[in-house]
């Protein structure tokens, strides 16, 4: 195996090299997040990392400093999307930040400006001590949040921002990591400490417990900070740190669905061993891999990073699970405490309490090829049957019925739901067809025989499909060079006021027109909702609103609030993506307004010289 390890010295958490908790690297590979000590969130640009990981200055590898958390930050994850971030810290509270106008300034106490502003879109508070771990479900319409409190929170981010979370009550002791399920009908919470040591999973469907796991913990120590678990990318195996079997520190791989529903606990099918201190985190492959048999065939496989108090980092593969594939020491000077897969399923990063990180590139001879989408569909279905393939993919089964009371559970529920609401899957009502809808593409304006105006609003078209990626950004933009490549994107001596517009594709900036979490107008609390669920669809964080509350009203809120030309320009440009008649009329701000108030006043005072006239000539009003 040849893999090759990048440990850029100069990606730190000040100069005292303060410990990293957290680090986790974006959906297209582009950027790393790093969560620290220090009370900080940094972004850095992952292809200035590979290009020159010693060089101290160059301009173009802090991409942002982020100081929103008053305490040290324990954890960093990127949203599905790659628009969102979520943060949580010692000071209680999650965060949603969203990536902002690109408006050039000096963060306090930072040499840098930052390149990118990541604005605070909500502020999440329930837990009332550390906020140890936060992880996106696989649709990102939920956030999910454990602490030293005990306890768990599933925040719903498609519903108001002061709607309630559902909170898990089934630790006796701190909560230090979950994780959710990739087919999406698990979450899987770990803790320590207390009266009990146990791995807890969670159905989505009704948010009760499916089975409680202690026997390969009851002996391990508690003395881990973190609990990084990890579910395979076929959703067959829970990775699980800081387990004790055989009187060695190991990870154990529990089974999925062999002994749940009835008290019993998942099997355990396999123990990583070889950690001689206990392993804290874990982290598998999200992409499934094609690797040779022992016959010379092909096989579907999963790898899976472990770390852990000993510094020390290995490789496993699920068909082999007896050894690992790659064992590297003495990368660390402290112990590992956070490890993430990015990329297209070849990078590999880790961190360290103290205070670097490393970046490990593999290659497909090393760890087996990418399956395709084709190939990946096909092994889920064989796994979990037609249902998979009638959910339309990963990250949306929760709704599927997995045995008989599931099915009458989720019958009676829609049942219900479509009686009380009175609306169908067509959004038309119970019984009734949908209704076609005329498209104009401009405002039509006639005159009637006594010179009254007669306006009939323009008609945008359907909103494109649910979970279509944002459109580029107008700005042009220099591609950065992949990794290994000789050249480099150019860049100016002198600093520009926008200069990441030069660093990142265009796919990977978002306008922040296109983010599905708004700020809040004045006088609101932080943080606004997201738009609800349409009839019979998953919404994605990915994708604009599609209901009254999605762009049409973020153009009416940036002209009615008079942010700046900036913002009102961005929300008009989402506005013009707002289906139905609601987005023109809601689209129109102040502007539509002030018009109906002047056509008031010409029409009364028409009136009053119209009244006035037939006084004087003696007639009647007709």
């Given at each position: 195996?040849?893999?090759?390890?990048y440990?850029?010295?100069y990606?730190?958490?000040?100069?005292?090299?303060?410990?990293?908790?957290s680090?986790?690297?974006?959906?297209d590979?582009?950027r790393?997040?790093?969560a620290?000590?220090?009370?900080?969130?940094?972004?850095?640009?992952m292809?200035?990392i590979y290009?020159?990981?010693?060089m101290?200055?160059d301009?173009d590898?802090l991409?942002?400093t982020?100081?929103?958390?008053?305490?040290?930050?324990?954890?960093?994850?990127?949203?599905p999307?790659?628009?969102f971030?979520?943060?949580?810290?010692?000071?209680c509270t999650v965060?949603v930040?969203r990536?902002?106008?690109?408006l050039?300034?000096?963060?306090?106490?930072?040499?840098?400006a930052?390149?990118?502003?990541?604005?605070?879109s909500r502020?999440?508070?329930?837990?009332?001590k550390?906020v140890?771990h936060?992880?996106?479900?696989?649709?990102g319409?939920?956030?999910?949040?454990?602490?030293m409190d005990?306890k768990v929170f599933?925040?719903?981010?498609?519903?108001?921002?002061?709607?309630?979370?559902v909170?898990?009550?089934?630790?006796?002791?701190?909560?230090?990591?979950?994780?959710?399920?990739p087919?999406?009908k698990?979450?899987?919470?770990q803790g320590d400490?207390?009266?009990?040591?146990?791995?807890?999973?969670?159905?989505?469907?009704?948010?009760?417990?499916?089975?409680?796991?202690q026997?390969?913990?009851m002996?391990?120590?508690?003395?881990?900070m973190?609990?990084r678990?990890?579910?395979?990318?076929?959703?067959q195996?829970?990775?699980?740190?800081?387990?004790?079997?055989?009187?060695r520190?190991s990870?154990?791989?529990?089974?999925r669905?062999?002994?749940?529903?009835?008290?019993?606990?998942?099997?355990t099918?396999?123990v990583?061993?070889?950690?001689?201190?206990?392993?804290?985190?874990?982290?598998?492959?999200?992409?499934?891999?094609?690797?040779r048999?022992?016959?010379?065939?092909v096989?579907?496989d999963?790898?899976?990073?472990v770390?852990g108090?000993?510094?020390?980092?290995?490789?496993?593969?699920s068909?082999?699970?007896?050894?690992?594939?790659?064992?590297?020491?003495?990368?660390?000077?402290?112990?590992?405490?956070?490890i993430?897969?990015?990329g297209?399923?070849?990078?590999?990063?880790l961190?360290?309490?103290d205070?670097?990180?490393?970046?490990?590139?593999?290659?497909?001879?090393?760890?087996?090829?990418i399956?395709?989408?084709?190939?990946?569909?096909?092994?889920?279905?064989?796994?979990?049957g037609?249902?998979?393939?009638?959910?339309?993919?990963?990250?949306?089964?929760?709704?599927?019925?997995e045995?008989?009371?599931?099915?009458?559970?989720v019958q009676e529920?829609?049942s219900?739901?479509?009686?009380?609401?009175?609306?169908?899957a067509?959004g038309?009502?119970n019984?009734?067809?949908?209704?076609?809808?005329?498209?104009?593409?401009?405002?039509?304006?006639t005159?009637t025989?006594?010179?009254k105006?007669?306006?009939?609003?323009?008609?945008?078209?359907?909103?494109?499909?649910?979970?279509?990626?944002?459109?580029?950004?107008t700005?042009?933009?220099?591609?950065?060079?992949?990794p290994?490549a000789?050249q480099?994107?150019?860049?100016?001596?002198q600093r520009?006021?926008?200069?990441?517009?030069s660093?990142?594709?265009?796919?990977t900036?978002?306008a922040?027109?296109?983010?599905?979490l708004p700020?809040?107008?004045?006088?609101?609390?932080?943080?606004?909702?997201?738009?609800?669920?349409?009839?019979?669809a998953?919404?994605?964080?990915?994708?604009?609103?599609?209901?009254?509350g999605?762009?049409?009203?973020a153009?009416?809120?940036?002209a009615?609030?008079?942010?700046?030309?900036?913002?009102?320009?961005?929300?008009?440009?989402?506005?013009?993506?707002?289906?139905?008649?609601?987005?023109?009329?809601?689209?129109?701000?102040?502007?539509?307004?002030?018009?109906?108030?002047?056509g008031?006043?010409?029409?009364?005072e028409?009136?009053?010289?119209?009244?006035?006239?037939?006084?004087?000539?003696?007639?009647?009003?007709?």
């Amino acid at each position: 195996m040849s893999a090759a390890i990048y440990k850029p010295m100069y990606v730190s958490h000040g100069a005292e090299q303060s410990a990293i908790f957290s680090l986790h690297v974006s959906p297209d590979g582009h950027r790393l997040a790093t969560a620290g000590q220090d009370c900080k969130v940094r972004v850095w640009n992952m292809e200035t990392i590979y290009r020159d990981q010693d060089m101290p200055n160059d301009p173009d590898l802090l991409l942002s400093t982020i100081s929103h958390h008053t305490a040290a930050v324990n954890c960093v994850r990127w949203s599905p999307c790659g628009s969102f971030l979520a943060t949580c810290s010692d000071d209680c509270t999650v965060l949603v930040l969203r990536l902002g106008a690109q408006l050039s300034y000096v963060p306090l106490g930072e040499k840098e400006a930052n390149k990118e502003n990541w604005d605070l879109s909500r502020i999440l508070r329930r837990h009332v001590k550390d906020v140890m771990h936060v992880e996106w479900s696989p649709d990102g319409q939920r956030l999910a949040s454990c602490g030293m409190d005990g306890k768990v929170f599933v925040w719903m981010l498609n519903l108001q921002a002061d709607a309630p979370p559902v909170e898990l009550l089934g630790h006796n002791g701190m909560v230090k990591g979950l994780a959710w399920d990739p087919v999406g009908k698990y979450l899987a919470t770990q803790g320590d400490g207390g009266e009990e040591k146990a791995v807890v999973v969670w159905r989505v469907r009704d948010w009760k417990m499916e089975v409680k796991t202690q026997k390969p913990f009851m002996a391990a120590p508690d003395e881990t900070m973190f609990l990084r678990l990890s579910w395979s990318p076929d959703g067959q195996n829970l990775a699980t740190p800081n387990a004790f079997v055989q009187n060695r520190f190991s990870c154990a791989l529990l089974e999925r669905g062999t002994g749940g529903g009835a008290g019993g606990e998942w099997a355990t099918t396999a123990v990583l061993m070889g950690s001689v201190e206990p392993v804290v985190a874990a982290s598998f492959n999200p992409k499934l891999l094609k690797t040779r048999a022992k016959g010379g065939g092909v096989q579907v496989d999963a790898c899976c990073a472990v770390g852990g108090s000993d510094c020390a980092l290995t490789i496993w593969r699920s068909s082999q699970a007896g050894k690992p594939i790659l064992v590297v020491n003495e990368l660390f000077r402290k112990q590992i405490v956070d490890i993430t897969w990015g990329g297209k399923g070849h990078t590999l990063a880790l961190c360290s309490l103290d205070g670097s990180v490393a970046i490990l590139e593999f290659s497909p001879d090393d760890i087996g090829s990418i399956a395709s989408e084709a190939e990946t569909t096909a092994e889920l279905r064989r796994l979990y049957g037609e249902a998979y393939a009638a959910g339309g993919g990963g990250g949306g089964l929760s709704h599927l019925p997995e045995d008989a009371q599931q099915f009458n559970y989720v019958q009676e529920k829609a049942s219900t739901q479509s009686k009380s609401n009175g609306i169908g899957a067509n959004g038309a009502p119970n019984g009734a067809p949908a209704q076609a809808t005329t498209i104009r593409k401009s405002q039509e304006e006639t005159k009637t025989a006594n010179g009254k105006r007669r306006i009939k609003p323009q008609v945008m078209p359907d909103a494109p499909q649910l979970g279509a990626p944002p459109p580029p950004p107008t700005s042009s933009t220099v591609p950065l060079a992949p990794p290994g490549a000789s050249q480099v994107a150019p860049h100016s001596p002198q600093r520009q006021p926008n200069p990441a517009s030069s660093i990142l594709p265009p796919s990977t900036v978002a306008a922040p027109a296109t983010s599905v979490l708004p700020n809040p107008p004045p006088g609101q609390p932080t943080g606004a909702p997201l738009p609800s669920s349409a009839v019979g669809a998953s919404v994605s964080l990915e994708a604009p609103g599609a209901g009254g509350g999605g762009p049409a009203a973020a153009a009416s809120s940036a002209a009615a609030t008079g942010e700046g030309s900036v913002a009102a320009a961005a929300a008009s440009a989402s506005a013009a993506a707002a289906p139905g008649v609601g987005g023109a009329v809601h689209g129109g701000g102040d502007k539509a307004k002030a018009a109906g108030a002047a056509g008031g006043d010409k029409g009364q005072e028409s009136k009053k010289r119209k009244i006035q006239a037939v006084k004087e000539g003696g007639g009647k009003e007709k």
